[in-house]
């Protein structure tokens, strides 16, 4: 089983280092192993690829089973702990920023006082990154974010739930006017790096209002967006979340066109929800957001200054 583990983990993360990285091992040691598993199945397992390895047809067919066989013991693991009578381990958790500002802190608060002995380790991550690291084991629980006309791909062996609708909005300077896209077309832009799904849904918006935004800052921190406005350095839009856990004053929110929404998702491995520590998770984070989109926020009601 450790040495399918191994040849798994080569399959996902690509090469023999990482492969040994994320399991803690030196890559001599993988490589090694890897050989007796060779021998093992009788047939070669990897054969180089340029500067890379690639895995042969029989390895392939070995990660197969290989999946399995750990999905299997996750099941095993999942029915011991439903047979106790308190809620413990550890649970790994990959959050994009602002659901780890609005979202983690209440429910790990609210985990910590019903499940003393759980333990939840929090990493804020790229959406684009967390799906792939879910799968790969790195993390049991996932938020995603989606944002119109840009859903997340959808892989085998995730289970996927929507927690919420998530307004977006545009935010500007303080004014005591109504300022619409098609307004904005010369002015400075704070938007997410390219690639991200942020990114292009933002740029699709200013397109659909007949201009090419003038970025002036990139940046995938939100919070930084808004003090970028604040300061009256640009115009940004803005998710309700993170309006709401910084509670922002000094700048104006404007409702955008058709009320758009970016899809939060909770994602957990296909099966996973059976462990009562992942479901409790879950179930908190997913507490969390319903309360918070809940509170909401309405179109022009932060002025003043900055927290």
Known sequence: MKRLRLLREVSVRGTLAAAAEALGYNASSVSHQLKLLEKE????????????IRLTEEARILVEHAETI???????????ALSRQSVRGTVRVASFQTAGHAVIPGALLALQEEHPELEVRVVHLPVEEALPALLARDFDV????????????TVEGAEIVTAGRDRLWLVTPETPDRVRLPDLAGVGWILEPRGTLARRW??????????????RFESSDVMLHMRLVNAGLGVALVPGLALGANKPV??????????????????????????????????????????????????????????
Do not use: N, W
């Not at 750990?70 to 011991?80: G, K, Q, V, W």
């Open 250 to 307: 000094g700048l104006t929110v404007h409702e955008l066109p058709g009320q758009p929404a970016r899809r939060v998702a909770i994602a957990i491995r296909s099966g996973s929800g059976r462990s009562p520590a992942i479901a409790a998770v879950r179930q908190a984070i997913a507490d969390q957001i319903a309360e918070k989109l809940a509170a909401g926020v309405s179109g022009g009601e932060l002025r003043g200054g900055l927290d």
């Open 70 to 80: 750990i999905r299997h013991l996750e099941a095993a693991e999942a029915d011991i």
């Open 41 to 52: 199945v009788g047939a070669p397992l990897l054969e180089p690829a340029g500067r890379k």
């Open 202 to 215: 933002a740029t699709g918006a200013c397109r659909g209002a007949g201009f090419e935004p003038r970025v």
């Open 142 to 153: 996932v938020l995603q974010e989606d944002y119109p006309g840009h859903p997340q791909m």
